[in-house]
């Protein structure tokens, strides 16, 4: 991987020089740390400014290493997705990460990271989702200011006990993520195209992705059965389809090959599907709380006709089908003032 790639990616004329290649990759918020790290791979010239920039990126990146590694000791959660893929990036490159995406092996290791996270940084935002009835599977999301919150992107690390949530519908959660680093990589990146289906292409980042798996020692059959199992034969088709004009696919182009006779029973797994659309829920954030360290799960009540509340270890949630009303959120304070006064 080198700038020319990233000119050919980014659309832009390597004539018109590293200034446009950078502006380009301005119009994503985190291109543009790939490409001030590609060009300081090559020397190219740049100011005090670039190089600051630069270095706030690179020390973002080595958080989310040392986060990862630490909460993976102290609670049992695992990255997923992001940062495994950026171990296949060149030395010196930085893949773009929105967040650091990591599974729990059950909601009380989510809990406890969730506690570590917010009582050893200045986290602001933290948004819950609950996926599934009963039983139901959890996503937390908290944020905190980056070192210049104009500038750079916020951290964020989002954690869930699914790691592949599926599409609501025809395609089911699967909670568990076994398989060799690389392939586990190329599992995500199909997960991914599930859940943009509407997309008229590939972005460059994953294009960038799947560049770095094309020379990883990939077993064609072996890949391509697990990829069917993981029920993401179709996704990962059309994501090879897509980029094969744009890259050498490499071991890939194998891989491509023996996923196509697994094509046809997906598809009509996925239409005979009947089961309904698994229900979502996002919390409403109602009030943080004092950390309460004895609980290991969230506890849900009911609040209403239609809303149900979600306490959990660091924050209280309402959780409705819909918008949140005024009268949700008064009806919900009753039952949580209720609750306090028993507890």
Do not use: K
Not at 18 to 38: D, K, N, T, Y
Not at 61 to 88: E, F, K, N, Q, W
Not at 122 to 137: A, Y
Not at 223 to 235: D, G, K, N, Q, S
């Amino acid at each position: 991987m080198n700038t020319a790639l990233l000119y050919n990616l980014l659309g832009v004329d390597p004539a018109d020089g590293p200034a446009e290649l950078l502006q380009r990759a301005r119009s994503g918020r985190h291109l543009p740390h790939l490409v001030l790290s590609a060009l300081a791979r090559e020397d190219v010239r740049m100011g005090e400014p670039a190089r600051a920039e630069l270095r706030r990126a690179r020390a973002r990146a080595d958080h989310y290493t040392r986060l990862a590694h630490d909460l993976a000791r102290s609670t049992g959660v695992r990255a997923i997705h992001g940062l495994p893929l950026a171990g296949y990036y060149p030395a010196g490159l930085l893949r773009p990460q929105a967040s650091l995406d990591l599974v729990a092996p059950g909601e009380a290791a989510l809990w406890q990271a969730v506690v570590r996270l917010v009582t050893e940084h200045p986290v602001e935002t933290i948004d819950v989702t609950l996926l599934g009835d009963r039983p139901h599977h959890t996503a937390v999301t908290v944020r905190w200011p980056a070192e210049d919150p104009l500038l750079d992107p916020w951290y964020r690390v989002h954690l869930t006990t699914a790691a592949l949530p599926g599409d609501g519908a025809t395609v089911p959660v699967r909670p568990f993520l076994v398989a060799d680093d690389h392939v586990e990589c190329l599992i995500a990146l199909a997960e991914s195209q599930l859940h943009r289906p509407d997309a008229p292409g590939l972005d460059p980042l994953t294009l960038l992705d799947l560049s770095c798996l094309t020379h990883q020692p990939f077993e064609p059959t072996e890949t391509a059965a697990v990829l069917a199992a993981y029920r993401l034969a179709p996704e990962a088709a059309a994501l090879l389809d897509l980029a094969a004009p744009r890259l050498p696919l490499g071991a890939l182009a194998a891989v491509r090959a023996a996923l196509a006779p697994e094509l046809a029973p997906e598809h009509r797994r996925r239409t005979e599907t009947t089961a309904p659309r698994l229900p979502t829920r996002h919390g409403t954030l109602l009030r943080r709380t004092v950390i309460r360290h004895t609980w290991d799960e969230a506890r849900l009540l009911p609040a209403g006709d239609r809303t149900s509340l979600l306490l959990t270890p660091v924050a209280d949630y309402l959780l409705a089908p819909a918008a949140v009303t005024p009268g949700d959120r008064a009806a919900a304070l009753a039952v949580l003032q209720v609750w306090d006064g028993q507890s």
